[in-house]
């Protein structure tokens, strides 16, 4: 019986099409990558086997959400940590993370920030007496049978204070899958990617910078060639993420798109040939500007608590996206206030006005 099963599988396997890299490893087991739904930020888990890696944090209300969801995956060791850069909506909520867990290696860039946020995740790396080191394009480390290969910043960039562009950029390969996260890598270090030896193409990119036009450049995405693009943004975010014209370029390019905006928590599996999701790409195409002209990006640190909603209101709506939220939704904490609009109104009557329901709070 279970040659017949052998059998087919390697019967399935030999008609699965084209092998995209002739110097494939072959691997058992899967890879998964978790896109951690933060609101405005990024918090990645990739498990390979029994082990893991968690690609930043979140903002510093979202350690809680990511220790639960690492816990809710029986984690408790952490093979690698990387905090891509020093921007809150990253690191905010590793302090938590590194105080809960076993981190047996933590990398961040060798890019310091003047902010109580980054201060905090100094003090919770000295108290469990972790070194946390900056790795440079062209090391390479294993996460089991996945391969992790560090792009970005190169031993020579020299982007200053600029944190986006100092961000730590790692491909993941297994198998023949391969994933590409570039944190919040801008204009400049994406050239220097473009300019540099390293193979860009990768099934699935994480958008840059939550989808900003700063990022994401058509080249850039040309050289990636991606099939799928995931975006890690807050609904209704006060930065206008993603922008029409990174989602026109995607669209124009025949990438898939997955929103954790719209989707809450995105989660792929690669079996080293095949990559499965656990929900349908986004078709909505949109963008999170403005209508008729662009906003000011402003610092990440000013993620604001909105004002307080009134006891009457049964839901809050965001008139720019269109969607009908509970009152104690996530995403109503990180809308614009311009966007936000209380209602007493039934699900049925806002409906019919053209709103429709988050999938997150499910109202
Ligand atoms: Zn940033
Ligand atoms: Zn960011």
Same mark, same amino acid.
């Given at each position: 019986m279970l040659w017949l099963m052998l059998a087919l599988v390697l019967m399935f396997a030999g008609c699965s099409g084209y092998s995209k890299d002739t110097q494939q490893q072959s691997v058992d087991g899967t890879l998964q990558v978790h896109y951690i739904d933060v609101g405005q930020g990024d918090s990645i888990l990739l498990i390979q086997d029994e082990h893991s890696m968690l690609i930043d944090a979140g903002d510093n209300n979202c350690g809680t959400r990511v220790q639960s969801y690492l816990q809710s995956n029986n984690i408790d060791t952490l093979d690698y940590v990387i905090?891509?850069?020093?921007d809150s909506d990253h690191i905010g909520g590793l302090d938590v993370i590194i105080y809960k867990f076993t981190c047996n290696q933590i990398f961040m860039p060798d890019c310091s920030k003047d902010t109580k946020t980054y201060e905090d995740v100094l003090a919770s790396a000295k108290e469990k007496n972790y070194q946390i080191t900056s790795p440079v394009a062209g090391d390479t480390f294993s996460l089991g049978q996945a391969k992790v290969q560090v792009l970005s910043p190169a031993v020579n960039a020299n982007y200053g204070e600029d944190a986006n562009n100092n961000s730590i950029a790692v491909k993941v390969t297994y198998g023949n899958n391969s994933f590409l996260f570039t944190g919040d890598c801008e204009e400049a270090a994406e050239t220097d990617l473009l300019n540099s030896e390293y193979d860009l193409q990768a099934d699935v990119m994480k958008a840059a910078h939550h989808g900003s036009d700063t990022s994401n450049g058509r080249e850039f995405l040309e050289a990636v060639n991606p099939e799928v693009c995931v975006i890690s943004c807050g609904e209704g975010n006060d930065y206008g993420h993603p922008r029409a014209e990174v989602l026109n370029n995607l669209r124009d390019l025949g990438v898939e798109v997955y929103r954790t905006d719209e989707q809450g928590t995105i989660v792929a599996v690669s079996d080293g040939t095949d990559i499965t999701w656990n929900t349908q790409p986004s078709q909505s195409w949109q963008a999170g500007e403005p209508e008729g002209g662009s906003q000011p990006e402003k610092? #990440?640190? #000013?993620?604001g608590a909105g004002q307080p909603v009134s006891m009457e209101a049964t839901y809050i709506l965001n008139t720019n996206t269109m969607k009908i939220h509970k009152k104690d939704c996530s995403s109503v904490s990180d809308m614009s206030e311009k966007n936000k609009q209380e209602t007493d109104k039934t699900v049925n009557e806002l409906e019919a006005e053209g709103y429709e329901p988050c999938k997150r709070c499910e109202p």
């Open positions: 905090g891509t850069h020093p610092d #990440s640190e #000013s993620m």
